[in-house]
């Protein structure tokens, strides 16, 4: 099975949105990608935590088959992030971000996963980024990466040198324009393509996402839920579905670019049905293969023809 390498947060959330609030729960832009792409490949996680960091959280990851050998446990704290939602839960407002073990965590891949197929660089220090995509003993076949406000403003002119070199960005709506500093989304889309990735997904929350790719738009709705509990990870979980996908056909042309594209929508739709990972710990492949039929009963026009 061909593999995906992520790098990115494992962290300890704190999150408070109109439905409740959870304090340290199990979070981290890695954490939500890996778990959400080990239903569909095998996945290989390079981060650090402290050594205050649970052992049951590992062993959550271990049971899905993620292997955590580039995992760093460190002395000191793991990172931890604080933020909450209002009743539009599209917007993060971040209350408290603590690097602690990430201020100068330097991984250092081993021989094998330097030669995975698929990289994925997750939300984290733009730095951290560039300097796991150098350690690769070949080209990957797929670079995807993802960021946030956070980085955008602090650490711009990495983030811009690693956008140079990747093949795919995820990103949110906000953050797409503040990157490209343009308010309307389809020019935003098209100038960050002008940084180097052919493609751009924007992720849109309850609207769904719009991805652009060698200059042609597909857009996709987000599933209808009536029980939206808590979108933390959603970004990161629609990631984790759309490589993982793309990893599993080990394929990336146009029309398996678009399944991904669906597969990344059905996973976020699970992972915004409860807080924490507590929802993707319930999943089964079942129930994706079921939203994902139900996905295309959504956008269907014409009947199909017998
Ligand atoms: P999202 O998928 O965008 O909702 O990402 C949420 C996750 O990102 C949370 O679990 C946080 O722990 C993590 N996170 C928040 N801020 C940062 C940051 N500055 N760098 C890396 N990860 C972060």
Redesign the pocket.
Known sequence: MPELLVV??V?L?SVTTPFGTVREAL???A??FSYSASFFTGVRLVATVGDDFPQEHLQLLRARGVDLSGLQVSKGRT?R?A?EYGYDLNE?K?LD?QLNVFADFKPALAPEPRRVPYLFLA???PVLQLNVLRQMAKRPKLVALDT?N??IQGKREDLVRVLREVDVVTI?DGEARQLAGEPNLIRAARAIAGMGPKTVVVKRGEYGALMLSDGAFFSAPAYPLDSVYD???????FAGGFVGYLAAMDRVDAPTMRRAVIYGSVMASFTVEDFSLNRLARLTSGEIAQRYDAFQDLTRVEASRA
Do not use: E, H, L, R
């Open positions: 990115g947060s962290a959330d979070g981290g832009s954490t939500y990172f992030w933020g993060a971040t971000t939300n984290i220090d946030m956070f980085w949110n979108p933390t990870g959603a970004g990161d979980t």
